[in-house]
Nanobody
Framework: QVQLVESGGGLVQAGGSLRLSCTASGRIRSINAMGWYCRAPGKQRELVGTITSGGSTNYADSVKGRFTISRDNAKNTVILQMNSLKPEDTAVYHC??????????????WGQGTQVTVSS
């Protein structure tokens, strides 16, 4: 009932930049937090960054100083600006949104993922 649409992935050279976008839609009353997670081949999904409704952010140590997470509350959108990309950043990036639905309690929705590939 809550759908996420992700975009912005692609193929870039090391040192380049990408901007990932995730927009939530559906019967949403409010959103409490949004975040980005990555999954590399053969590895478990890992936290990249999160942002709360109050604007507090949290980042993995590996991306601090390179990635920036932000949100547009009016559009139910979360952005991940990725700079100084490294080959080890290559992964599928998934958006997560948590909040309250109009019809029933809380929700936690995941996007299908967008591929980020960084060449050396």
């Amino acid at each position: 009932q809550v759908q996420l649409v992700e975009s912005g992935g692609g193929l870039v050279q090391a040192g380049g930049s990408l901007r990932l976008s995730c927009t939530a839609s559906g019967r949403i009353r409010s959103i409490n937090a949004m975040g980005w997670y990555c999954r590399a081949p053969g590895k478990q999904r890992e936290l990249v960054g999160t942002i709360t409704s109050g604007g507090s952010t949290n980042y993995a140590d590996s991306v601090k100083g390179r990635f920036t997470i932000s949100r547009d509350n009016a559009k139910n959108t979360v952005i991940l600006q990725m700079n100084s990309l490294k080959p080890e950043d290559t992964a599928v990036y998934h958006c997560n949104v948590e909040g309250i639905t109009d019809w029933r309690g809380s929700f936690s929705s995941w996007g299908q993922g967008t591929q980020v590939t960084v060449s050396s």
